[in-house]
């Protein structure tokens, strides 16, 4: 079995494993069954990738959407992996040569859609190429909580058991619920080799706001940030195309995208998005997920989303490269009625509408919270945290008072009213508002009538958003949305705790944090021509920019400033195959000068101490080719010998006539001078 250091190296350019990635390795390496739950930009595929080229077979991997598959096996092909994809996109043509591959035992990977495990004929195709294992891409589609193609992930387990091989599932999204019914589904409640790596995303900056004008909002945010790729989010088709005319008007690089668009235009602008620099989408959340774009800079959410679990998915998206990256997240009153009323106009059970009125409780905690975003959003994972300085509140702490009584009062409100009402009416009653409805209820004649009025009716409303976001306090599916009280609430009710409560939650446009650049001033220059080269090299080899190589790679470039393919060579991101297609055309950016080919030997030694030992051997061959004197018989080494010399170091003329090519002659001619040169001397 291959050392997967070595590929690691050779293969992906990278000189160490990001934190968490060697375990995971180890473990699917090892053969056992795996859960890894990793953080978007974490590197979860290269965790199934690696070991899939460590092992003998094939490695099947089950991904949700063709866009993401085409994605990675674009990205492993251009590494020099041979990997493949059945998908109904493919053409005839890519499909006979996956399938010539495979019977040719060349295909390491083989990805397929999860509908693809519905024919009989995959069943058997999968057993005749020789499986070695199963790889599960986005697994929490199992859960029930999970996405339209659920019933055929919940095939998954039937292959594992039908091939009996081991399977790791992967995902970047799935609180305790979610993980507990992927080991149902997908291990036969067999808890496998579990790695929660965190949801942690430090390079993301996190913000939200109150809608105020909510297209200025948006355009403010992206003026901010124009020339970088981005992504805003949008409940509804029709804004997608307005906002994206919007962008458009101001002077911005922006289309749109929606489920109602012909799927061709869909085809169009994923393609434009992953090789255009600077490109806005604004979409709904149809669009993103089989996005695999390294270096969108931003997310912004014109809507709220659905949950935290769609939050985290959405903004996810952003910074995969590590660099710096932004949000922000608009919300209002409407967005939330919106919401409330998908979840109860819905055909789930009752006990699944529940669910989801707490997971969108648990989004306007975090949409309202007093404290680090941060610390809000791992808690719900169930991760703990210090305060992240990298959110709007850690930037500028939240205007907060003390709203013990004002929360007492609403919830004397609820149980007054027998806990039948939604906030609009309870409102009324605090406000002492007498409507007809207060009237001929008589609820004008409670205690609670008019307690109140030192507050607004929006002031009010928004106490009500934020107890909702505290989860004191949740609609009532079987009660129109009647809000009923949680246990949560009863210490405050019976003035055994306090609580605070967010008084402003509109930021001042000055209070917004300052855009992070990518390089200093002195190499942003260079890494423009950098970028201008990979959008060249992409735009002729038909595949998206990031594929040449990633917005880090040639921030790496223009900070290290390589003066050779050796320097090149040690730079994240650069394996062999790499160094050899892409090496010299971007020196040559660097450096202002055309570079020599090295020979194909030379170059596998690129970037390693060997390759200075290989210079030196090639001088002192060229040097005795005719002998000591120059007057003897021509005599010669293959480059190969010479590379062979160079990684294996003899230490003696016995060892060096045993290299392949040398031989006793030619180590009489050559070997001690190239001893000489392996001892360093």
């Given at each position: 079995?291959?050392?997967?250091?070595?590929?690691?190296?050779?293969?992906?350019?990278?000189?160490?494993f990001?934190?968490?990635?060697?375990?995971?390795?180890?473990?699917?390496?090892?053969?056992?069954?795996?859960l890894?739950?990793?953080?978007?930009?974490?590197?979860?595929?290269?965790?199934f990738?690696?070991?899939?080229?460590?092992?003998?077979?094939v490695?099947v991997?089950?991904?949700?959407?063709?866009?993401?598959?085409?994605?990675?096996?674009?990205?492993?092909?251009?590494?020099?992996?041979?990997a493949?994809?059945?998908t109904?996109?493919?053409?005839?043509?890519?499909?006979?040569?996956?399938?010539?591959?495979?019977?040719?035992?060349?295909?390491?990977?083989?990805?397929?859609a999860p509908?693809?495990?519905a024919?009989?004929?995959?069943?058997?195709?999968?057993?005749?190429i020789?499986?070695?294992?199963?790889?599960?891409d986005?697994?929490?589609?199992?859960?029930?909580?999970?996405?339209?193609?659920?019933?055929?992930?919940?095939r998954?387990?039937?292959?594992?058991?039908?091939?009996?091989?081991?399977?790791?599932?992967?995902?970047?999204?799935?609180?305790?619920?979610?993980r507990?019914?992927?080991?149902?589904r997908?291990f036969?409640?067999?808890?496998?080799?579990?790695?929660?790596?965190?949801?942690?995303r430090?390079?993301?900056?996190?913000?939200?706001?109150?809608?105020?004008?909510?297209?200025?909002?948006i355009?403010?945010?992206?003026?901010?940030?124009?020339?970088?790729?981005?992504i805003?989010?949008?409940g509804?088709?029709a804004?997608t195309?307005?906002?994206a005319?919007?962008?458009?008007?101001?002077?911005?690089?922006?289309?749109?995208?929606?489920?109602?668009?012909?799927?061709?235009?869909?085809?169009t602008?994923e393609?434009?998005?992953?090789?255009?620099?600077?490109?806005i989408?604004?979409?709904?959340?149809?669009?993103?997920?089989?996005?695999?774009?390294?270096d969108?800079?931003?997310?912004?959410?014109?809507?709220?989303?659905?949950?935290?679990?769609?939050?985290?998915?959405e903004?996810?998206r952003?910074?995969?490269?590590?660099?710096?990256a932004?949000?922000?997240?608009?919300?209002?009153?409407?967005?939330?009625?919106?919401?409330?009323?998908?979840?109860?106009?819905?055909?789930?059970?009752?006990?699944?509408?529940?669910?989801?009125h707490?997971?969108?409780?648990?989004?306007?905690?975090?949409a309202?919270a007093?404290?680090c975003?941060?610390?809000?959003l791992?808690?719900?994972?169930?991760e703990?945290?210090?305060?992240?300085?990298?959110?709007?509140?850690?930037?500028r702490?939240?205007?907060?008072?003390?709203a013990?009584?004002?929360?007492?009062?609403?919830?004397?409100?609820?149980?007054?009213?027998?806990?039948?009402?939604?906030?609009g009416?309870?409102?009324?009653?605090?406000?002492?508002?007498?409507?007809?409805?207060?009237?001929?209820r008589g609820?004008?004649?409670?205690?609670?009538?008019?307690?109140?009025?030192?507050?607004?009716?929006?002031?009010?409303?928004?106490?009500?958003?934020?107890?909702?976001?505290r989860?004191?306090?949740?609609?009532?599916?079987?009660?129109?949305?009647?809000?009923?009280?949680t246990?949560?609430?009863?210490?405050?009710?019976?003035g055994?705790?306090?609580?605070?409560?967010r008084?402003?939650?509109?930021?001042?446009?000055?209070?917004?944090?300052?855009?992070?650049?990518?390089?200093?001033?002195?190499?942003?220059?260079?890494?423009?021509?950098?970028?201008?080269?990979?959008?060249?090299?992409?735009?002729?080899?038909?595949?998206?920019?990031?594929?040449?190589?990633?917005?880090?790679t040639l921030?790496?470039?223009?900070?290290?400033?390589?003066?050779?393919?050796?320097?090149?060579a040690?730079?994240?991101?650069?394996?062999?195959?790499?160094?050899?297609s892409?090496?010299?055309?971007?020196?040559?950016?660097?450096?202002?000068?055309?570079?020599?080919?090295?020979?194909p030997q030379?170059?596998r030694?690129a970037g390693?101490?060997?390759?200075?030992?290989f210079?030196?051997?090639?001088?002192?061959?060229?040097d005795?080719?005719?002998?000591?004197?120059g007057?003897?018989?021509?005599?010669?080494?293959?480059?190969?010998?010479?590379r062979?010399?160079?990684?294996?170091?003899?230490?003696?003329?016995?060892?060096?006539?045993?290299?392949?090519?040398?031989g006793?002659?030619?180590?009489?001619?050559?070997?001690?001078a190239f001893?000489?040169v392996?001892?360093?001397?």
């Amino acid at each position: 079995m291959t050392d997967p250091s070595d590929l690691l190296a050779s293969v992906f350019g990278f000189s160490e494993f990001r934190p968490g990635q060697a375990e995971i390795v180890e473990a699917v390496l090892a053969g056992q069954n795996t859960l890894a739950i990793m953080p978007t930009g974490g590197g979860k595929s290269l965790c199934f990738q690696l070991p899939a080229l460590c092992r003998e077979g094939v490695t099947v991997v089950i991904s949700p959407l063709i866009a993401l598959m085409r994605d990675q096996v674009r990205a492993l092909r251009a590494a020099g992996v041979e990997a493949g994809a059945l998908t109904s996109g493919n053409t005839d043509e890519e499909t006979e040569e996956v399938f010539r591959a495979l019977d040719e035992g060349r295909l390491k990977l083989l990805y397929l859609a999860p509908e693809r495990l519905a024919s009989g004929a995959s069943l058997q195709m999968l057993r005749r190429i020789g499986v070695s294992a199963i790889a599960v891409d986005e697994a929490h589609c199992v859960s029930q909580w999970g996405h339209d193609f659920r019933p055929d992930y919940l095939r998954i387990g039937e292959l594992r058991r039908t091939l009996d091989v081991p399977l790791a599932a992967f995902t970047a999204t799935a609180d305790e619920e979610t993980r507990t019914e992927i080991i149902t589904r997908l291990f036969d409640g067999q808890t496998p080799s579990t790695f929660l790596r965190g949801f942690d995303r430090p390079n993301i900056h996190l913000a939200f706001a109150v809608k105020d004008n909510p297209r200025k909002q948006i355009l403010a945010f992206a003026a901010g940030r124009k020339g970088q790729s981005g992504i805003v989010y949008c409940g509804t088709r029709a804004k997608t195309e307005t906002l994206a005319q919007a962008l458009r008007e101001a002077g911005h690089l922006a289309t749109s995208y929606h489920g109602g668009m012909d799927a061709e235009d869909r085809r169009t602008t994923e393609a434009r998005f992953q090789r255009e620099d600077g490109l806005i989408v604004v979409a709904t959340v149809a669009f993103g997920m089989g996005i695999d774009k390294p270096d969108i800079r931003w997310v912004a959410h014109a809507d709220l989303p659905k949950s935290i679990e769609g939050y985290y998915q959405e903004i996810g998206r952003a910074g995969r490269d590590s660099a710096p990256a932004e949000t922000l997240t608009l919300y209002g009153p409407d967005d939330i009625r919106l919401r409330r009323s998908q979840i109860d106009e819905g055909l789930a059970p009752p006990e699944r509408k529940d669910a989801d009125h707490a997971r969108l409780n648990a989004l306007l905690g975090l949409a309202e919270a007093t404290g680090c975003r941060r610390q809000v959003l791992l808690g719900y994972f169930g991760e703990t945290s210090t305060a992240c300085k990298n959110c709007d509140i850690c930037d500028r702490p939240a205007l907060v008072f003390d709203a013990t009584e004002a929360v007492r009062k609403a919830l004397s409100a609820i149980l007054r009213t027998g806990e039948t009402f939604g906030a609009g009416h309870l409102i009324d009653i605090l406000t002492g508002n007498s409507t007809e409805k207060v009237r001929q209820r008589g609820h004008d004649q409670l205690p609670t009538f008019a307690v109140g009025k030192e507050l607004s009716k929006p002031a009010w409303g928004a106490v009500f958003r934020q107890m909702m976001g505290r989860d004191l306090v949740r609609p009532d599916t079987e009660r129109y949305g009647a809000l009923r009280m949680t246990d949560a609430a009863r210490p405050i009710l019976r003035g055994e705790e306090n609580i605070t409560l967010r008084k402003d939650t509109i930021q001042s446009a000055g209070a917004r944090p300052v855009v992070k650049t990518m390089v200093s001033e002195e190499d942003a220059p260079l890494l423009s021509a950098l970028k201008a080269k990979r959008r060249a090299l992409a735009e002729a080899a038909r595949v998206p920019a990031y594929v040449i190589f990633p917005d880090r790679t040639l921030i790496e470039m223009a900070e290290s400033r390589p003066a050779n393919l050796d320097d090149m060579a040690r730079i994240n991101g650069i394996g062999a195959k790499k160094l050899e297609s892409y090496g010299s055309a971007f020196l040559a950016v660097i450096t202002g000068a055309q570079t020599a080919q090295l020979h194909p030997q030379r170059m596998r030694l690129a970037g390693r101490d060997a390759g200075a030992v290989f210079d030196r051997l090639a001088q002192v061959h060229l040097d005795l080719q005719r002998g000591p004197e120059g007057i003897d018989k021509p005599l010669s080494c293959t480059q190969t010998t010479l590379r062979h010399i160079a990684e294996r170091r003899p230490a003696t003329l016995a060892e060096m006539e045993r290299i392949p090519g040398m031989g006793a002659q030619k180590a009489e001619r050559f070997g001690a001078a190239f001893l000489t040169v392996v001892a360093g001397d």
